[in-house]
């Protein structure tokens, strides 16, 4: 009976309790909402999707450096690198090449990868004396846009990483075309000269200490 008693008194206020949840759900669940591409009486021109903003920049999207994002300047490519050549810049150069190029393109950089040796047109060697003369942009440009036959890598490759790519190329175009001429004085060459074809397949660079600080005016020598 006691229990019965207790029941009755809270029972309207469970009720209430039951009434006001059920009353929020419904409104939430069943409220008003356009479905994608819905026609809309309510805009001129009957589409419920509206247009961003002119102007609108998607989050992660905004590229204030148009050279680091482009390779260009104006319509002309670029000469010049948006950050520091370093040793760190040229192996992941080196590493993303590997990946992305070298299947057409060869570990050197002559065209003779494995992708032409089963039936398709094999690309220019970097050597030639054209692509040795073309600004570092170019390079970058073509592999965001894609050239001919190759497709393009913009949606594959970072723009950061197609930099690198593009300094690891220059440093293969000298590796194949450099003379006693280019060396700094001071330094030397190993023996047998080091191909850049060896590295990633056991070689390593060899370590080369700097040439000495040129005495100052005046000091002894």
């Not at 999707?49 to 998607?58: D, I, K, M, N, Y």
Request: charged content about 20%; some cysteine.
């Amino acid at each position: 009976m006691g229990a019965t008693r207790n029941l009755r008194k809270v029972l309207p206020a469970l009720l209430a309790l039951i009434v006001a949840t059920a009353g929020c759900r419904i409104d939430m669940q069943i409220q008003p909402y356009y479905r994608t591409m819905a026609k809309s009486d309510f805009f001129p021109d009957d589409r419920s999707a509206r247009l961003p903003v002119e102007g609108t920049v998607a989050r992660g999207d905004l590229h204030e450096d148009t050279y680091f994002y482009t390779g260009k300047i104006g319509n002309a490519p670029g000469d010049y690198l948006p950050f520091p050549a370093t040793a760190e810049v040229l192996a992941r150069g080196r590493e993303r090449f590997n990946i992305n190029c070298t299947p057409c393109h060869g570990r050197v950089g002559d065209g003779n990868g494995f992708i032409p040796t089963r039936g398709f047109r094999r690309p220019p060697s970097y050597h030639i004396e054209r692509l040795r003369k073309v600004p570092i942009g170019y390079f970058f440009d073509v592999m965001t846009h894609g050239y001919g036959v190759m497709p393009e890598y913009g949606t594959q490759v970072a723009p950061r990483d197609r930099w690198c790519i593009a300094v690891y190329i220059r440093a293969l175009q000298l590796s194949q075309n450099a003379t006693s001429a280019d060396i700094p004085a001071g330094q030397k060459v190993p023996s047998p000269p080091l191909q850049l074809r060896d590295i990633g397949n056991g070689a390593t660079l060899p370590q080369i200490a700097p040439a000495p600080p040129a005495a100052a005016e005046g000091e002894p020598k």
